[in-house]
């Protein structure tokens, strides 16, 4: 009854979610591939179960696969002239051994993955169109409403205490996939999808339900 209640409740925020709606009309294998690990998220969550982490894996591939190729980011690796110029003129401050070193196209590359990272890792990109730091030529959207924040939080911390390594590992792979998303891409950093959605899930169980999950 509880779990039924609960997943009810994990309907809803879905349907809430302007996220949602824009996958669904944009790319609907996609979305019954996120939604369905999001399923196996929560269970593997209450019972570990290889087969059922396998699953989760394979659908996460199957993600990528239907994601990734339109939504790579090319400029992580592909430099501009205007690039190039900057990394020339900030070897100037150094002699030319630690110039080298430290201003190339390889920090470059990394410093735009961990620009990709904080962007992905910053809450306010998904409760508030990544509002007051918004990206210069991106259509920034809510992809849940704002008034979840408080479930986001208590789910948060709930599996941060109670997790398994299936979960840590996926969230890593989902995190650094998401990292290779350009910031232009129509759907945004869908990989975490299911992480999110099964925080709010977990957070709701525990605020309404009652540790019942």
């Known amino acids: 009854m509880a779990s039924g209640l609960g997943y009810s409740i994990l309907i809803v925020v879905l349907l809430l ?30 019972k570990r179960n290889p087969k059922i982490s396998f699953l989760l894996f394979l659908l996460l591939i199957i993600s990528v696969l239907l994601y990734l190729p339109q939504s790579f980011d090319l400029s992580l690796f592909v430099h501009t002239p205007e690039e190039i110029f900057k990394i020339n003129q900030r070897r100037q401050y150094y002699d030319n051994l630690t110039g080298r070193l430290f201003q190339n196209k390889l920090s470059l590359s990394v410093n735009k993955f961990e620009t990709n990272l904080f962007q992905i890792l910053d809450p306010n990109m998904y409760f508030f169109a990544s509002h007051p730091r918004e990206r210069v030529g991106v259509k920034e959207f809510s992809k849940f409403h704002f008034l979840f924040i408080p479930i986001f939080l208590i ?26 998303v350009k910031n232009s891409a129509y759907l945004g950093p869908v990989f975490v999808f299911p992480l999110i959605v099964s925080v709010l899930y977990i957070g709701t169980c525990r605020l309404i339900l009652r540790n019942e999950t």
């Open 17 to 46: 979610s302007p996220w949602t709606v824009r996958i669904a009309f944009s790319n609907p294998l996609l979305l019954l591939a996120l939604i369905l690990q999001t399923v196996l998220l929560n269970l593997i969550h209450k």
């Open 155 to 180: 789910g948060f911390f709930s599996l941060i205490k109670d997790t398994s390594k299936t979960i840590f590992i996926y969230a890593f792979f989902t995190i650094a996939i998401s990292t290779l």
